[in-house]
T-cell receptor, first 114, second 115 residues
Framework: AQSVTQPDIHITVSEGASLELRCNYSYGATPYLFWYVQSPGQGLQLLLKYFSGDTLVQGIKGFEAEFKRSQSSFNLRKPSVHWSDAAEYFCAVGGVQGAQKLVFGQGTRLTINP | GAGVSQTPSNKVTEKGKYVELRCDPISGHTALYWYRQSLGQGPEFLIYFQGTGAADDSGLPNDRFFAVRPEGSVSTLKIQRTERGDSAVYLC?????????????FGPGTRLTVL
């Protein structure tokens, strides 16, 4: 069965520092890949998605992600974080074997130090 | 425009009771999804509707869980004989056409607590 692994449960970075959140998936073919953010009391919001083509994907709020087939990874990056980026981040895969459902990772909680 | 809405935002019930959770998708979206998010976990898929029919219900944990979408818009997730383990945030999402590349737009969720 397909699975998504986010190795870091909790990450703390200083405001203005760079950020990389890791995501690995387990599936033979290239699935559709997504990053969502969940702020307290808010619904999940899509940051970016990858289906094919250019492996570096730009998203909202200054985020980007890079698909690396050889590593089965889809890591999320931001060059300079802001205090408002503190939230829970979820990587997800979809479209596996034609299914429409999303399979989510466990999530990474991001804390920003002032 | 309006996003996905879910009611109630919070529901507290006693073990063994019946509950209904409602989801109003974005207008015009044909696909609707239910997920369940336990504390400290990512959302887990429950069921997917394309129009009025359940196209994939492989995530429903047992026959106490049932969902309907009779007119292809609003959906209701029904849980019979609730158990303490059912406590979680129930998320609803909708997408325009239900293809794998569609963006799923999520509602704020219903927090269900079973005492």
């Amino acid at each position: 069965a397909q699975s998504v692994t986010q190795p870091d449960i909790h990450i703390t970075v200083s405001e203005g520092a760079s950020l990389e959140l890791r995501c690995n998936y387990s599936y033979g073919a290239t699935p559709y890949l997504f990053w969502y953010v969940q702020s307290p009391g808010q619904g999940l919001q899509l940051l970016l998605k990858y289906f094919s083509g250019d492996t570096l994907v730009q998203g909202i709020k200054g985020f980007e992600a890079e698909f690396k087939r050889s590593q089965s990874s889809f890591n999320l990056r931001k060059p300079s974080v802001h205090w408002s980026d503190a939230a829970e981040y979820f990587c997800a895969v979809g479209g596996v074997q034609g299914a429409q459902k999303l399979v989510f990772g466990q999530g990474t909680r991001l804390t920003i130090n002032p | 425009g309006a996003g996905v809405s879910q009611t109630p935002s919070n529901k507290v019930t006693e073990k063994g009771k019946y509950v209904e959770l409602r989801c109003d998708p974005i207008s015009g979206h044909t696909a609707l999804y239910w997920y369940r998010q336990s504390l400290g976990q990512g959302p887990e898929f429950l069921i997917y509707f394309q129009g009025t029919g359940a196209a994939d219900d492989s995530g429903l944990p047992n026959d106490r869980f049932f969902a309907v979408r009779p007119e292809g818009s609003v959906s209701t997730l029904k849980i019979q004989r609730t158990e303490r383990g059912d406590s979680a945030v129930y998320l609803c999402a909708s997408s325009l056409a239900g293809t794998g590349t569609d963006t799923q737009y999520f509602g704020p969720g219903t927090r269900l607590t079973v005492l």
